[in-house]
């Protein structure tokens, strides 16, 4: 039995358009309004990004929101506190995504606390590794009914995707190509392989492709044989050019 | 068929002791490798391999070549006589300032280009702070005819302006780091994501005893010829191999690391390490991490930093390039909290102070880094007959403005 949103969302037969936005982006309070306008408009699923002083897998775009978010005042405290009633509005799938130093010095175990308090499904944490996971902290994950999701990339060995497999839940977050967040992708014959070689290992969890989707072209490609896609620094672009009610228009370009 | 006899690799000591890298990379709590999974290949060929490498014996044979002809190692153990008539005890200085390119740098960048060869990798990349690990690697760059991309705060460009230009002729590109506090943390962070973009021809040459395993342990081994070396030199000059005290400037502990290292395991020993206070350890502008520090995760390892109580990791302070890292490595983090290890902290004045000393006294101009190390004999006192050894990690020609400012020469 599983009340987790992620399983739930992605039980139903349609494609997954999930969107990541650094939370204190672009000013403080922005974080519930962002939102709401994300699951009005139709998105399947939100990752919220958790500012870090030092983002190493983030390109230029995801690390300057993060800066400005923490010159904002944002930190793990007052983001739980904005989303504290956050599931009398927002039904979606919500995870967290953020490194591991922060949720350390916050307590990890307070930290799911706060999570399954809050709704959060699941979390994506780049540079906790699988391994330290297992043996530290995924007894403790599943306690309060959070999924961990890991990322894979072109470079991971069949044999290591298939252990990632096998402590996963929820999706696994393909990572497009060799490269940090926000990089200007088109998709190649390198990532058609790449894609099809993973749907060819038929993996317990569904896969949902990140890094490089930008628009409804990229979108497409992603989720042929994938479950879904992730848009990250498009996103963050488009809010602050537009603002808030620049997001309508930017998902329905999507799909 | 006979089976090659095992070699033992570079830096191994008889025996294993709770100071030496665990199988899993850790020095009590301290070390792993926290990395995002798209590092994780680069890593984990580099930790399957690293140690095989280091005990061929044809590339042992090259290292201990290079270092001998082009280093020009074995660095002297100078007695400091008018220093040591001055404080007291017996003082030593191990000239690393007389290496090649003017540090002990040198020792690890020239480890890490041959290891980056063998793994068959073309194009290297390093992060640098004032510009010395810069400087070294460009250097074994252009040794070995490899592309070398240098990051460097944009800050750090700004204020290290001769390294800079020093890199260009040894043709390496410096590439400035735009992001967060445009200094060494940032440029190490553009470093990795270099590594993360450039996954199968890039080696990654980290310059300090820091980083996801098996960098700390890497680092510390190629390092460790400078203890090595104090070993056979005191047992010359006095008859003994273990002198009372070891010391060593801290930033991120490379030159620390291979100072102590073949002492790490003999309690009789004494092990110190100096860290920069900057302008006093409460002053708000400090690079004292085991004092202001505390546990988290920076640059891939689990070790002591200073941070915010949210986790966002701080800009420390020293007038020192070299000590201003926000970390230090995850063997002296070990070292600190287990007490094998006592740790100074030392000011910008205080450090000035004995750097100008050292010129007087013994005709030898420190770098600012290495002028912390020497300025604990002020405030110290040593038994007459104690034997200290102070690692001169580093000349101070790149700091002749600091001192020209400080000093009003």
């Known amino acids: ?255 | 068929m006979s089976t090659p006899v095992k070699m033992a690799p570079i830096g191994a000591i008889p025996g294993s002791g709770p100071y030496h890298v665990s199988e899993k990379g850790y020095y009590g709590e301290f070390g792993g490798a926290f990395i995002p999974e798209m590092l994780y290949p680069n890593v984990e060929e580099l930790r399957q391999k690293y140690l095989e490498v280091m005990s061929d014996p044809s590339f042992k044979e090259e290292f201990n070549q290079l270092l001998k002809d082009y280093v020009g190692r074995p660095s002297p153990l100078y007695f400091a006589k008018r220093m040591s008539e001055k404080y007291g005890p017996r003082i030593y200085l191990k000239r690393e300032d007389l290496n090649h390119t003017g540090a002990h740098k040198i020792n690890n960048t020239i480890g890490q280009i041959l290891m980056a060869k063998r793994l068959g990798k073309t194009r290297i990349i390093a992060e640098t702070g004032a510009g010395q690990h810069g400087v070294a690697t460009a250097t074994v760059c252009a040794l070995m005819g490899m592309q070398c991309i240098v990051y460097m705060g944009e800050i750090d460009i700004a204020r290290q302006a001769p390294n800079v230009a020093r890199m260009k002729m040894l043709g390496a590109e410096v590439r400035p780091a735009l992001s967060g506090s445009r200094t060494l943390k940032d440029a190490t962070n553009e470093a990795i994501r270099d590594w993360i973009n450039n996954p199968v021809d890039t080696h990654y040459i980290i310059g300090s005893a820091i980083g996801p395993h098996p960098y700390p342990d890497m680092v510390t081994r190629f390092q460790s010829v400078i203890s090595e070396e104090i070993k056979y030199q005191l047992k010359e000059k006095e008859g003994r191999e273990n002198p009372d005290y070891v010391v060593a400037c801290i930033g991120g502990g490379s030159n620390a690391a291979g100072t102590f290292y073949h002492f790490l395991h003999n309690e009789d020993v004494g092990i110190i390490a100096v860290e920069a206070a900057g302008k006093g350890i409460d002053s708000g502008e400090s690079a004292a991490t085991s004092v202001l520090g505390h546990k988290g995760i920076i640059h891939g390892c689990k070790t002591l930093l200073m941070q915010t109580d949210d986790g966002q990791i701080t800009e420390p302070y020293s007038i020192s390039a070299g000590l201003d890292y926000p970390g230090v490595g995850p063997m002296h983090a070990y070292l600190h909290t287990s007490g094998r290890a006592e740790f100074k902290a030392i000011t910008d004045d205080e450090a000035m102070k004995a750097g100008l000393e050292l010129c007087k006294l013994e005709g030898i101009i420190p770098a600012i880094e290495t002028s912390h190390a020497l300025a604990i004999f002020e405030n110290n006192t040593f038994k007459p007959d104690d034997i200290i050894v102070v690692a001169l990690s580093g000349r101070g020609d790149k700091d002749l403005n600091t001192y020209i400012d400080h000093f009003g020469l």
């Open chain 1, 1 to 255: 039995m599983t009340t987790n949103r992620i399983h739930q969302k992605l039980q139903e037969d349609k494609k997954i358009l999930s969107i990541y936005f650094t939370a204190g982006y672009p000013d403080l309070e922005d974080t519930v309004p962002i939102l709401e306008k994300l699951q009005e408009s139709g998105v399947d699923m939100v990752e919220i990004g958790l500012p870090f002083s030092d983002p190493l897998a983030d390109g230029p775009t995801i690390q300057e929101s993060s800066t400005r978010a923490l010159k904002n005042g944002m930190t793990t405290t007052k983001l739980f506190d904005q989303l504290k009633n956050v599931r009398d509005k927002i039904h979606i799938p919500l995870i967290l995504m953020g490194y591991f130093n922060p949720m350390m010095q916050y307590g990890v175990e307070r930290f799911c606390v706060q999570c399954a308090e809050t709704g959060i499904d699941g979390l994506i944490i780049p540079d906790l590794p699988v391994d330290v996971y297992e043996e530290e902290y995924k007894d403790m994950f599943e306690r309060y009914s959070l999924f961990n999701i890991f990322l894979i990339t072109p470079q991971t060995p069949d044999e290591r995707i298939r252990f990632i497999d096998s402590v996963s839940d929820g999706f696994i977050y393909m990572v497009s190509s060799a490269s940090v967040t926000g990089a200007k992708n088109t998709f190649g014959d390198v990532q058609k392989q790449y894609f099809e070689r993973i749907h060819a290992l038929h993996l317990k969890n569904p896969q949902v492709v990140g890094f490089g989707i930008s628009n409804a072209e990229t979108y497409k490609a992603a989720t042929k044989l994938a479950r879904g896609a992730i848009i990250g620094s498009a996103f963050i672009k488009t809010i602050s050019e537009k603002g808030i009610e620049g997001i309508p228009e930017f998902i329905k370009g999507i799909r």
